[in-house]
């Protein structure tokens, strides 16, 4: 069902812009030009999921430079979701062929509820 993307696949997350390099976007996506992200909370997953018409809509990866990276800017959906818009992170993406889209593990980086005190848990 899922599969771990090419060693040499990098995502980064970098203060609200996703970044992935050309070895990533031609592996995973094409000729897409858009992607869609959807965040499972409970799995503290993000997925990219390719875009096949512009016109259907998603963020728009922009070609950052002549090796054909490419990035889009999510700052709104990260901040939507209450996920933190400074976060800095590299991810190996696991391609999913069930869902055709890449996960990305982002648990590590989000913030952990604080332990109850021994006080609270003892209220009825």
Known sequence: MSEPAHEQ?????????????AACCARYFGGAQCIVLLYEAEQGQL?????????????????VN?????AAAVHGFLREHGLPEE?????????????????LDISP????????SDEARSRP
Not at 47 to 63: D, I, T, Y
Not at 66 to 70: A, E, Q, S, V
Not at 109 to 116: D, E, K
């Open 9 to 21: 696949a990098d995502i980064r997350l970098v203060r609200g812009s996703l970044r992935l390099d």
């Open 47 to 63: 997925w990219l999921l390719p875009v096949r018409s512009e016109r259907a809509g998603g963020f728009l990866l922009k070609h």
């Open 66 to 70: 002549l090796r054909g990276d490419r």
């Open 87 to 103: 976060l800095e992170a590299s991810f190996v993406p696991r391609w999913d062929s069930t869902r055709q889209g890449l996960a």
């Open 109 to 116: 980086w989000l913030p952990q509820p604080l332990p109850l």
